[in-house]
Nanobody
Framework: QVELVESGGGSVQAGGSLRLSCAAS????????MGWFRQAPGKEREGVAT???????SHADPVKGRFTISEDTSRNTLDLQMNNLRPEDAAIYYC???????????????????????WGRGTQVTFSS
């Protein structure tokens, strides 16, 4: 069974950068979609960025040009480089995974979150003045 553990969250100032990492452990199929999601206080959880096992990436409009999703298959990690952070980026960030053929056909931040069967516990990003 796959387990996901996020790290890298913290407190930043507007315009700053953070790099989130998601460590995956356990046996996993070779066909997958992995993504970063976030949930701000009082708001619904939303997709941020996804990457599939073919290396195709997709980023949500609010983060395009500022965030970059990537994976390191040698270390089994999924990363999210976040630059030019804004106060509205403050949230708990979650890593999630979807497996199988369907994972490739609908791998995007807008994909139904119910497609993602494995979730991490999250890492928090906050802003300091």
């Amino acid at each position: 069974q796959v387990e996901l553990v996020e790290s890298g969250g913290g407190s930043v100032q507007a315009g700053g950068s953070l790099r989130l990492s998601c460590a995956a452990s356990g046996a996993s199929p070779s066909t997958y979609c992995m993504g970063w999601f976030r949930q701000a206080p009082g708001k619904e959880r939303e997709g941020v960025a996804t990457i599939d096992s073919l290396g195709r990436t997709s980023h949500a409009d609010p983060v395009k040009g500022r965030f970059t999703i990537s994976e390191d298959t040698s270390r089994n990690t999924l990363d999210l480089q976040m630059n030019n952070l804004r106060p509205e980026d403050a949230a708990i960030y979650y890593c999630a995974a979807s497996f199988g053929f369907r994972a490739l056909t609908n791998c995007a931040p807008t994909a139904p979150q119910t497609d993602f069967g494995v979730w991490g516990r999250g890492t928090q990003v906050t802003f300091s003045s």
